[in-house]
């Protein structure tokens, strides 16, 4: 099968994002997508509607492998008490009306919606994560950006945390980094002084005491890992409350190999009594290197590409940083920013992220 029209792909994109929910709106979405596989040159197979969706199931366990969907959207409707994997990655993906269901979803390139549900239960990492009119759902995510509930309740998440072979290349075919999650800064369109809708789920929840692995044969040879050391995406803090009055700012400068440099240095980290609060991966202008660092030192650094920064939180941040750093960039030309105490690494974190939040609302 050869890979789908990456125009057409976004344009549906698009139509998702804008998206009302309403049936008669819903089933016209069915019909473009339907659509869009019709309109299949001649010269490549067309592909079957049928084979991008799951309707009407109850108490199954389903799935696509790895290069089934290949950056296709994907809907799921209808369903009763199943188990649910798409191991690949997506465009846009909407789940409405499910019930006690759970769900692995892989890298989606746009949005998830999801819609109605009851008892749900996910993994899923996307750009753009909306609930509305959802209670009792629970999910690992990573989301690039901030997500967002709308009429729902006893809504709970967690830091995404899973591996297998193929979910690094997903991550990057779907456009996302595994730094930028903002699983825990959650907007609630419908606020309520009376009820609270969401919280985060304790630390100490395990991925497969949520969403089950799958152990159907189709599945056997998935090489699944569910620990936090071989995670994809970085396991973070996220808002929940800081152990110590001390952070650091640990910033990774583009050099060909910064992401793998930051991976190998969170690593290293875990070895130590620091907890990883939060990661950013964005662009940066000398400017703007100037406004965050309060030195134009790094204005060159930033030019080369993305930079990736990284907060650590616990007892002597500031030196544990600064000494791991020393150690792992020895004879390395790579820049690396590290903060130079408690007091700069106040203004340096705030300084940072704040940018970060800015240049988000801009993308959007």
Known sequence: MEPPDTHKDQHVAQECRDYDGDSDTHNQLLERVQSIHRSSTNSRPKLDPSSYMFDGLKDETVGKLPGALNGIQFIVQNCQNCNIYLFDHTSTVTVDDCTNCTFFIGPIKTSIFIRDCTGCKFVVACQQFRLRDCHKLEAFLCCTTQPIIESSSGVRLACYTYFYPELPGQFKAAGLSVFNN????????????????????????????????PTTEMFGGMQIDVSREKSVVPNSLGTRRKTSDESCLVVFFYDGSSQDRAL??????RNHQCVLVQTKELKMLPNDAQRVFGSDMYNEAVSRGDVIGLEFNGVDAVQTCQEVVTRLTAGSTGVVFVSQSREAAETQITNYYDFADMQMSIDL
């Open 182 to 213: 903002n699983w825990s800064n959650i907007h609630d369109f419908t606020q309520d002084a009376t009820e609270t809708h969401y919280t985060l789920l304790p630390d100490s929840t395990a991925v497969e005491d949520v969403v089950p692995l």
């Open 264 to 269: 190998t240095f969170i690593e290293e980290m």
